[in-house]
Structures are given as structure tokens and as C-alpha cells.
């Protein structure tokens, strides 16, 4: 059965609209974990712009299931990481002014920096994952690096706007899935994936992870919603 990662990122983006202390991301891995999370994801990013340093290591003492940690290499998160030792990371690419990750790591081309890193963390115990597209020469640079898995960038797929756009991107995604089970890598899979688009990605090949944040997040808002109205209305009156 495919795993569920929750990216709980976007708990800690509200939190830092207003610097405070809630809503708590690590209050948040508790809740997903109950509700049967397998695996609970964040991305540590250069800019902290919502999840911090306080929220990784408070997560790494309280996740009992799997700490996926999104990471950019630099040294400054690669030093952190092997420190706090999460149970995967996932090396992603990372720019300041993104609102969110754009593209899949081009592994090939950062092929020694990325091997050394992943090295480290194999070293530490620490499972390794590559964020990619589904590009043949990137699945096989990820199995040169040192990957354990890679996850499949499903953004492209996510917002194809027509009906032939979204089936040939579901197709790269089949293709690169085969394509990394031959290399013998370990598949998983996200970015965009929602509650319209998700069902077509479960027939990728062999897939172990998917990882979801913004849809859930979102959702959340709305089934919450009319029950934190009723319980304010109820201390008003
Ligand atoms: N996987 C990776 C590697 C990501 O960078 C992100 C976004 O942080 C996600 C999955 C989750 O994407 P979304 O929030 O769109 O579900």
C-alpha cells in the first residue's frame, strides 16, 4: 500500500504570518500521525520562511512514524541534517525568490557535490532521495549519486491545464517509474498532488511514497473551519 507523507510546511506559513506560536507545526505531525500518517515531511529551507530549526529538532523527538526532511545541498543544511538525522532526506533544488520548489534537482549536473552529500548521509543511517523529473539521464545520474530513492516531481502533471497535456505528463511519470525500479531505485512521488488529481499517480510502478502538503493543509482549513466558529461562538455565548 502506498505510504502517505504529509508536508506539514504550510501549518508553520501561518504561523509565521503572525511570528507567534501557533498554529504549531510539531502539534501538527501529532494530529496527521493519529489520523494514520505514514511518513511526516518538512522542508527546512535557506530563508526559514516557515518551518524553522526549534520545529526540526522538536520533530525529530516527537515523529514516532518516518521525518522526511526536504533539503537544499548547501552546507549550512547538510551540516544540520546530519546533526538532527531525520530518517530520509530529500535533496531538493531550492531558490530564494520561489514560492514554492520549481523543477525537479538536476542530479547530473551536481553529480560530485551530490554524491559526497549523499555519502554523509548514508554514513549516518540516513535514507536518501533525489527530487527529479522524470528524465532518464537524471534517474540514472540519482542511481550514480548514491540515491536509495527518488521522488517523481508530479508538479508538471499537477498543472497541465488539458486533458492530452495531463496524459502525456502521466505518461513521463509511468515511463520514469519503470525506469527507476530497472535502475533498482525506491520510487515515491509529489508536489501539486490534491484530492482531483492524485488517484492516476497510485498506477506508477512500484510506487512507495507520496508526499502532499498544500492540498491537505488546505482542506483542513475548510473541515475545521465551521467547527472552530461553533467553539468560539459557544465560549461568546
Ligand atoms: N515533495 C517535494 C520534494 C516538495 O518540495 C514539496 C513541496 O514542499 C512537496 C512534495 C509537497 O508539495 P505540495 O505542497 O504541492 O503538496
Known amino acids: ?41 518538512v522542508h527546512l529551507r535557506e530563508d526559514r520562511r516557515h518551518v524553522n530549526d526549534r520545529d526540526l529538532r522538536l520533530l525529530k523527538e516527537t515523529v514516532s512514524t518516518k521525518l522526511n526532511l526536504e533539503m537544499a545541498d548547501t552546507p549550512e543544511i547538510v551540516a544540520i541534517a546530519l546533526e538532527v538525522r531525520p530518517e530520509q532526506v530529500t535533496l531538493v533544488p531550492e531558490k530564494r525568490e520561489e514560492v514554492t520548489t520549481e523543477g525537479g534537482l538536476d542530479v547530473r549536473g551536481n553529480l560530485k557535490s551530490l554524491s559526497a552529500a549523499a555519502g554523509k548521509f548514508r554514513e549516518a543511517g540516513i535514507l536518501v ?82 508526499h502532499i502538503g498544500h492540498s491537505i493543509v488546505s482542506r483542513a482549513v475548510f473541515s475545521g473551519l465551521d467547527r472552530a466558529v461553533r467553539e468560539m461562538l459557544s465560549l461568546l455565548h
Not at 502506498?2 to 505531525?29: F, Q
Not at 537524471?138 to 516531481?153: I, K, N, S
Not at 515511463?175 to 492516476?200: D, M, Q, S
Open 1 to 41: 500500500m502506498v505510504k502517505l507523507g504529509v508536508n506539514i510546511d504550510h501549518v508553520a506559513t501561518v504561523r509565521e504570518a503572525r511570528k507567534g506560536r501557533e498554529p504549531d507545526p510539531v502539534w501538527a505531525a501529532a494530529v496527521c500521525e493519529l489520523a494514520g500518517a505514514d511518513i511526516i515531511t
Open 129 to 210: 532521495s533525489y527530487f527529479i523529473d522524470p528524465d532518464f539521464d537524471q534517474l540514472a545520474a540519482a542511481r550514480d549519486a548514491g540515491a536509495d530513492f527518488v521522488e517523481l516531481h508530479t508538479g508538471s502533471y499537477a498543472t497541465a491545464a488539458v486533458e492530452a497535456e495531463v496524459e502525456a505528463e502521466l505518461s513521463k511519470l509511468l515511463a520514469g517509474a519503470e525506469k527507476g525500479a530497472e535502475l533498482g531505485l525506491r520510487i515515491n512521488a509529489g508536489h501539486g498532488l490534491n484530492y482531483l488529481n492524485v488517484r492516476p499517480v497510485l498506477a506508477l510502478a512500484g510506487l512507495e511514497e507520496l
